[in-house]
C-alpha cells in the first residue's frame, strides 16, 4: 500500500481511496466498484464530507427499524468489505443482525476472500456463500441471495448498493434500508430509509446510536420509525447541498479559503 503523508490536506480521502485499490488488488473489490467510490467521493465533496442533520435522522430510523426487526440482514459487497469491514461484523453484532455476501458482479472467488475478511474482523457466521434463492425480477447471476439470509430477511440493509437491485428488494416486500451518497441515485429513492452519509462516516455512528437504543422500549422505537419521512430526508439534503454551494459561491470559494 502506498504511505500517505498524514500532512496531506486530504489525508483520508486518500487513506481510503487506497483502501479501495487495495482491496482490488486482494480480489475483494470489482474495478467498477472504483468508478462507484469515486461518484462517492464527488458527492460527499458537495455534501461537505461530514454527517449532516438529515444522514443523523436516517440513521436514527434505520437503527430503530432493525433493532425492531424479527430477521435483520445487512448485506456487504466488495467496497463495503474494503473501506468498513471491522465496523459491519460489530454493527451486525450491536443490532443482532445476519450478515450477507451480496455482490453485484459475484465471483466465486470473491464471495470467498470477502467472506475471509468478516471472519478475520471477528464475524461469526457470514451467508451468501452458497446462495440458493433468486429475487424475482433480475437476471440470475445478480439475483443470488441466502435462504436463511435476505430471503427470509424482513429488514436489509443494502449499503452502496445497484438501484435495480434495491428496486427488486422493494418488490419483494423487505423494508429496505441504504447508505449512499448520491441523494438522486435510484437506491436513494427507491429505499425506505436512505442515510446519504459516507459509509465510513456512517458505520461508526450507527454503532454508537445502536448502543445508545438498546436500552429503549419497543414502542419508543416504533415511534423514532413512525416519526421518519424519506422523502423529506431527501430533499433536505439537496437544500443542504444547494444551500452550502450558495454560500461557498457568495463568499468566494476562489479566494482560497477553506471550504467548510
Ligand atoms: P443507482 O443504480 O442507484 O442509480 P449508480 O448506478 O449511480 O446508482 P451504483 O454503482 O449502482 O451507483 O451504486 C453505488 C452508489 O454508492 C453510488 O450512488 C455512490 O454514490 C455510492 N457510494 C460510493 N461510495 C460510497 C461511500 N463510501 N459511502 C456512501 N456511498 C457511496
Ligand atoms: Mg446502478
Partial sequence: MVKIPKSHPRYWSLLYRERIIEGMERGITAKAGLIAHGRGEAFDYLIGEKTIPPAERAMKAAVAKILLAKHPVISVNGNVAALVPKET????????AKLEINLFYRTEERVKRIAEVLYENGAREVLGINPTKLIPGLESERAKVDENG???????????????RTEALVRMGKFVITVDLNPLSRSARMADITIVDNIIRAYPRMIEIAKEFKTL??????EIVSE??????LSDVLLHIRDRLTKLAEEGIWRRKKLD
Fill in 89 to 96: 461484523v460489530e454493527l451486525a453484532k450491536v443490532l443482532n
Fill in 150 to 164: 435476505i430471503w427470509k430477511a424482513d429488514v436489509v440493509l443494502v449499503p452502496l448498493e445497484d438501484g435495480d
Fill in 217 to 222: 422500549g419497543r414502542s419508543e422505537l416504533e
Fill in 228 to 233: 421518519y419521512d424519506n422523502s423529506k430526508t
